[in-house]
């Protein structure tokens, strides 16, 4: 849940570089989270003709800036620029491709979109 608040917390954040772990933890949560607010339509009746639930569309408004800053970030890990996500355009083939870029391990070290976010994360040792 750390990671799903760090998210949020950066929502306008598209600069710098988000691991892996950060970019499928909040997919993760964000999934569950939308599952249980289309049960709870589904509870309610809130449905509109289409089938989407009223709270899960709220929610999926409420994360979509965030959501993209973090696919931004991502791809940023990856020394991809954010202009990859064009290719969501074509269909299949661009999902799969953006799929593969978010499973790639980011770049080690700094990389032109900022300091490696593993590093940052990782525990400082103090030699003596």
Not at 9 to 37: C, D, P, Q, T
Not at 65 to 89: E, G, K, M, Y
């Amino acid at each position: 849940m750390d990671w799903y608040l760090k998210v949020l917390k950066n929502y306008i954040g598209f600069g710098g570089r988000a691991r892996r772990k950060e970019y499928w933890m909040f997919v993760l949560v964000s999934f569950v989270l939308a599952g249980v607010l289309s049960i709870i339509d589904k509870m309610l009746g809130w449905e509109r003709a289409s089938g989407e639930g009223v709270l899960a569309s709220i929610y999926g408004l409420l994360v979509l800036l965030p959501t993209l800053a973090v696919q931004f970030r991502r791809l940023h890990d990856t020394d991809r620029s954010a202009w990859w996500l064009l290719i969501w355009l074509i269909p299949i083939v661009g999902w799969l491709v953006i799929l593969v870029f978010n499973c790639q391990n980011g770049t080690q070290g700094e990389n032109r979109f900022g300091p490696d976010p593993k590093a940052a994360d990782a525990p400082q040792r103090i030699v003596s």
